[in-house]
């Protein structure tokens, strides 16, 4: 859904037209020098899956199979090499730099689209995804739908129901985030499924902030779920240019099936960040640290598989639980004042898990303990200087639960004193334990109650 205004080169001209007829003594036509309109049916160019907004600045053309492009990077180890290097015409985009094997010249050009495992965008206004449909020429209007928004007079504009519709893992439709409630919002904030008229369909410097077009739009209400298979259904019927042509494959003559219907797959878990960094070579944390480890999605406390072990092997009894917000850590540090340990489940961040050490094992949401007397009065402990193994053997994302196999360790040394919890926002005692959560409320980061 979007609103229309006049263009400032529209009102210009009028405007000099008005003062003295300027504008009215043959100038060329605002297209001059632009092809014309292909008159054949419309291509389906390309299908990118793209961050909803620029987070990663990663997208995804799930039809881009072609070969990569060659290249030469030179040396002085090759006289008469002739070189070719990568150039953004290539792919019609930034390609980077050529990848050349040790004691080679010739290589290939990377190509940041190729079709592959999509990226989960973090989410902004819905889900962290965009689906861009991008054709070779304009639709027909009869592909959106008006509205007139009482409040404020804008004409919104978005995608007739059923053109286009997403299948997820679960063989269900995936909802699409929703519209802007009348008179919210900015003027023609886009709903989840939408025509964007706007972009080029062969070439762009950034394919996030000045994507592909013009594009059929779907953006997925929620996250995509790891290591799913999603399938995205065209009506291709209804798909029509303004001759009523239905589309055809970026070949030109292969009529596309009604329906359409496309799949691509979803990355699997990974880690993006740690806090202290225990990922970091040679990395160190304090004996009374708590460890947060932050992932590219929701994930399930209940099912990770955690060992902490010294440099002996000896196992260190730890606490494994979703972070829930608060202060210090991931989250910067805003007042402790503000964080109120019975709303803990107002800010529950399935992307974070926090990891402490405690006096008793297995008392953790997925421990065998949890519950049970042993685990009433469980503490955080301050683990001895020296060398220790984080080790992840399984997880599961807390979406559908397609994710696959999981595994991740990291080596770090515990050295020095303690620190102030007040000073040190990573500090255990800033953490409100599993078995010490008020009122029901979810687990984690939050200060505890006077």
Known sequence: ????????????????????????????????????????????????????????????????????AKCTVCDDAHPGCKENPCTPSQYGYPAGECSVKKGEVDGECPNPLAAGPVTIGDAVAAGGNSIRLVFSKLLD????????????????????????????????????????????????????????????????????????????????????????????????????DRKKQTPVAADGKTKLPNPYEVEFTVEEISVTGATPDVTAEMAEIAPNDAIQIAFNSGVDEATAVVTLKDKDGKVIPIVVFSDVGGFGGLHGDPDPMDVDPTACGDNFNDHVLNIIAVDTADCGPSGKNHNKKECEKYKPVKLKEGEYTLTFTALKDDILATSGAFSFEAVFAVAGMPTDPAEDPSAAANFLLPDEAPNGAMNGHCEKAK
């Open 1 to 68: 859904m979007r609103t229309r205004f006049l263009s400032s080169a529209g009102m210009l001209s009028a405007a000099l037209t008005f003062a003295g007829g300027v504008a009215a003594t043959g100038c060329d036509a605002i297209t001059a020098g632009q092809p014309g309109e292909d008159p054949g049916p419309p291509k389906l160019l390309k299908v990118i899956v793209q961050d909803e907004r620029p987070s990663h600045f990663v997208a995804t053309d799930i039809l881009d199979n072609r070969p990569l």
């Open 141 to 240: 209007p009869s592909i959106e739908e008006v509205t007139k928004d009482k409040t404020n007079g804008q004409y919104n504009y978005k995608l007739a129901e059923g053109i286009v519709k997403l299948i997820g893992p679960d063989g269900m439709e995936v909802k699409l985030a929703g519209e802007k409630a009348p008179g919210k919002g900015f003027a023609g904030s886009p709903p989840g499924a939408y025509w964007d008229p706007a972009g080029s369909m062969s070439g762009t410097s950034d394919t996030i902030t000045a994507p592909f077009g013009p594009a059929i739009v779907m953006k997925p209400a929620g996250q995509l779920s790891p290591g799913g298979k999603y399938k995205i259904v065209l009506d291709t019927s209804r798909a029509v």
